[in-house]
């Protein structure tokens, strides 16, 4: 009996979704009958609950020539890129599923903005130094930060003898790696929760995602077979495979790898994220990016490509970085839609609006 009210159950959130087009997030009886499977929060697939619900962790990855290619980066279900100094971009990978990765890296160091994405999807975030202005919200009680370079400005907590080392393959500063194991050690030793916090499953994630057999599709988009967010140091583009129908991701005139792996990045979604920015107060090098009032963009996805808009929550200019404001990025639609995302992996290219006219979008 228990049994059949609970295939009624599923059977009628089933065909809401189909009907409303999106999942209703945070349901963790999946279709298969309760079978230990949840909808990811970061996918929007169905994973084991031990991988959907315990807390993501969110990696600041290097991204230079040097660098390069990157390890583990093939695992992280969202990347997001974005500007820092010198014109290079910095990118940081939201994973869930990283238990069997042999490493991750290289990791580097934070920035504001960057906190400010993983905060969003209340994850652990990693890192391996930082700038200076980024401190007070590391150190913020509602931050799980875990720091490369805690003794140095963390009043010595120490948790960088737990979860980063140094590799012998690449040249310092590009060999700190860290793996599934270590990290473990590092929550352990901060006492942090792996659960998920009740406002973000009260929220049930951070995106929206289409139901199983009802796809987005843009029918009204813009052809976008090649997408560029125009950065220049790297030269980072995408191209779509209808056959697989995913953008794969190619940068410095390559395709973009992961190292462990020796597969190429491919993605299910992309997002321009238009940003306005100014130089950082007391500083002629880092960036103040304005991730969280408002801006224009783009959504990408199986061939297409509409304009959107973005806006976020809890506050202006000058106080956008305070303390408790966890308020996910929204995306809408020209008709003021919250957009919805295709199962599968997510890219986020963070573009300053002054050089959003290097954007490129084209049936190439």
């Not at 599709?217 to 697989?244: I, M």
Request: hydrophobic share 35%; proline share 4%.
């Amino acid at each position: 009996m228990k049994h059949k009210h609970l295939k009624r159950l599923i059977a009628a959130v089933s065909a809401a979704a189909m009907l409303t087009g999106c999942f209703v997030q945070g349901i963790t009886v999946s279709a298969e009958e309760g079978n230990g499977m949840v909808r990811s929060f970061l996918t929007g697939k169905l994973v084991p609950e031990s991988v959907g619900r315990q807390r993501a962790i969110s990696v600041m990855l290097n991204n230079i020539y040097d660098a390069l290619p990157q390890s583990g980066i093939g695992n992280a279900s969202i990347v997001y890129e974005a500007p820092v100094e010198g014109g290079i971009t910095r990118l940081m990978g939201i994973f869930e599923d990283y238990q069997d990765v042999e490493r991750i890296g290289s990791v580097r160091s934070s920035r504001e903005y960057y906190v400010i994405f993983a905060r969003e999807f209340d994850s652990f975030y990693l890192h391996y130094g930082q700038a200076w202005y980024a401190l007070p919200l590391l150190r913020s009680e509602d931050t799980y930060n875990i720091s490369g370079l805690s003794g140095e400005n963390d009043a010595g907590r120490g948790e960088e003898e737990y979860v980063y080392y140094r590799g012998d393959d690449f040249p310092a500063p590009h060999n700190v790696f860290t793996n599934y194991d270590m990290i473990q050690a590092g929550i352990d030793f901060l006492n942090y929760p792996r659960e998920y916090s009740d406002w973000y499953l009260e929220q049930g994630g951070h995106y929206q995602f289409a139901a199983d057999g009802a796809p987005v599709l843009l029918e009204n988009g813009q052809d976008a077979t090649y997408v560029s967010p125009g950065y220049d140091y790297n030269n980072a583009y995408f191209t779509y495979d209808p056959s697989t129908e995913k953008y794969y991701r190619f940068q410095f005139g390559d395709p973009q790898i992961d190292l462990t792996t020796g597969t190429q990045l491919s993605y299910d979604n992309i997002i321009f994220q238009y940003c306005s920015w100014r130089n950082q107060v007391d500083s002629d090098t880092y960036l103040d990016i304005d991730v969280v009032t408002s801006g224009k963009g783009k959504y990408i996805t199986k061939g297409k490509a509409i304009d959107v808009t973005w806006s976020k929550d809890g506050g202006s200019w000058d106080d956008q970085f305070a303390p408790g404001n966890f308020t996910p990025t929204k995306y809408y639609d020209e008709s003021g839609n919250e957009i919805t995302l295709n199962q599968g992996k997510t890219w986020v290219c963070i573009v300053l609006d002054t050089e959003s006219d290097r954007v490129q979008v084209s049936a190439e």
